[in-house]
Structures are given as structure tokens and as C-alpha cells.
């Protein structure tokens, strides 16, 4: 019996969310074969040098040797290209596209294709990503665990219901902990700390902290109580940060996230 062809995922565009995913793909060992299609020829040669896929500068025959076709250009653009691809072989797409809904998808492309959405995170790069699905109705459970599988090469996966999505765009992005870290180190600095020791410090409180409760099996509410005891100075930092509006900004910021997801799907 002749051995299955493997499935060839294509990219359609080269930015910063493919190049992530192209680096832990590569990191992991991933060894299915990719291509990658962008309209900037400086983008895919660099592509194909520093990750070893193949490319193609001509869209058309890009979505020909899809099977699976990723849709990773920004939501702004997505109506546009879609428009242009009338037919494709793929069975399954998927569109990276924050906010841009699968009712949309379907309607821009139409023909065979079965959607599916993720939301990836830069941090794939080194294989720690989180990355949520969601699909259309009738897409097979085959497709679906080779969809989840592919993901997995690149760090965890979650499948949401579609509704869910743009709450989870705007909370899980790795921009808050940077933001967080930079925020925390800069005041740390003002109290007199070096750079270097303002970060090291930060980033302790930070990522350390949260990889306690990640892999271990005390509460949230526990591990709070433990490293804030009361009346000390932890408590007092995080009761004066509260008394700020800390958790107020927090909910603002979010909630104007979701505002920015919800007009994308309005394009």
C-alpha cells in the first residue's frame, strides 16, 4: 500500500504571529511540510532561510497545495483576500484573524472550505504558546484533532465556543505581562533599584509567582493569603494599589479590547 501523502499547511502572509509559529514549529521538530505566501519577496526569502519552508510568491498556486490553509493577515485585509480565492482544495481553513467571525469567513469565501478560528500567542516561539479553536459546524473530529494536534507542536490548546472568543483575544495576550513587568521594574527603579535587579525582581513576582499556582495544586485565594500576610508589606502595596483603582483600569482596558475586537467583525 502506498504511504499517505503528508498534508501541506499553507500561510497565507508572513508577519510576526507566522514567524512565531514557524519558530516553534521548528524548535519542536515539526516535520510536516510548509509553505508560506506573502506579497513582500524580502519577507519570504528571509522566511524560507531562517525556518526552511518552502514559499510562494503567487496566491494562487499557494492555496492549491493547501490542505490546511492558515489565514494570518491582519483583520483589515481578510475580506479583500478571501475575495480572491474562489477555489481551493483545502478541506479545512483557518483564520487567525482577531474578531473577523466565522459567519464571515464563510461568506467572503464560500465553496468547500470548512473554518475553523485560533488565536495563537507569540510566546509559540519557544513552545509555551496557548492557543484557542473554534470551529464551524460539520467539521469532521478528524480535522478537528489534526487542527488541535498542529497547534499542540507550539504549547497548549483550548477549543472555546465561538461567543468566547473576543474575551479570551483581549485577556490572554503575553503584551500583559510584558506591560506588567515593565511597569513593575520601572517603579522599582524609583525606589533605587539597578535595572537588572529592578527585572529580576519583577519578573520573580511575576511569572514565578503565577508558575506556583500553574503547577501546583493550592488555590489562587491560598497562595494569595501566603504571600500577602497581613498587615505586612505585601498587603499593604497590593491594598494600596487596589485603593488606586487597579482593578478598574484593569476592567477598562479589557473591556476596550473587546470594543476593538467587535469592530472588526463589522468590516
Known amino acids: 500500500m502506498t504511504p499517505a501523502r503528508p498534508r ?3 500561510f497565507i502572509g508572513g508577519g510576526r504571529i507566522t514567524r512565531a509559529l514557524l519558530a516553534g514549529l521548528k524548535l519542536r521538530g515539526f516535520e510536516g511540510p510548509i509553505l508560506v505566501h506573502d506579497r513582500n519577496p524580502r519577507k519570504l526569502q528571509t522566511l524560507r532561510r531562517q ?13 492549491q497545495q493547501a490542505d490546511i490553509l492558515v489565514i494570518a493577515v491582519r483583520p483589515q485585509d481578510v475580506r479583500e483576500l478571501l475575495q480572491q480565492i474562489t477555489e481551493t482544495p483545502s478541506r479545512v481553513a483557518i483564520s487567525l484573524a482577531a474578531g473577523i ?14 473554518w475553523a478560528r485560533a488565536m495563537p500567542s507569540p510566546v509559540a516561539r519557544n513552545g509555551r504558546g496557548l492557543t484557542a479553536l473554534t470551529f464551524e459546524r460539520g467539521v469532521r473530529i478528524t480535522r478537528r484533532r489534526e487542527v ?9 490548546v483550548i477549543e472555546i ?3 468566547e472568543f473576543d474575551a479570551f483575544t483581549t485577556t490572554y495576550s503575553s503584551s500583559h505581562g510584558y506591560h506588567a513587568l515593565a511597569v513593575l521594574a520601572n517603579g522599582a527603579q524609583k525606589l533605587g533599584l539597578d535595572r537588572k535587579t529592578a527585572l529580576t525582581a519583577a519578573a520573580h513576582a511575576l511569572a514565578d509567582g503565577i508558575l506556583a499556582w500553574r503547577d501546583g495544586n493550592i488555590s489562587l ?10 498587615g505586612g508589606i505585601a498587603a499593604e502595596t497590593l491594598t494600596t494599589m487596589d485603593k488606586s483603582g487597579y482593578r478598574q483600569i484593569v476592567e477598562r482596558g479589557l473591556r476596550a479590547g473587546m ?3 467587535r469592530k472588526n467583525a463589522k468590516r
Open 8 to 10: 501541506t499547511t499553507v
Open 51 to 63: 525556518f526552511e519552508v518552502a514559499v510562494e510568491p503567487i496566491l494562487f498556486q499557494a492555496v
Open 101 to 114: 467571525p466565522l459567519r464571515n469567513l464563510r461568506g467572503w469565501m464560500g465553496g468547500r472550505v470548512m
Open 148 to 156: 488541535r494536534d498542529f497547534f499542540a507542536h507550539v504549547g497548549g
Open 161 to 163: 465556543p465561538e461567543h
Open 221 to 230: 485565594e491560598d497562595l494569595q493569603h501566603e504571600a500577602a500576610t497581613p
Open 259 to 261: 470594543a476593538r475586537a
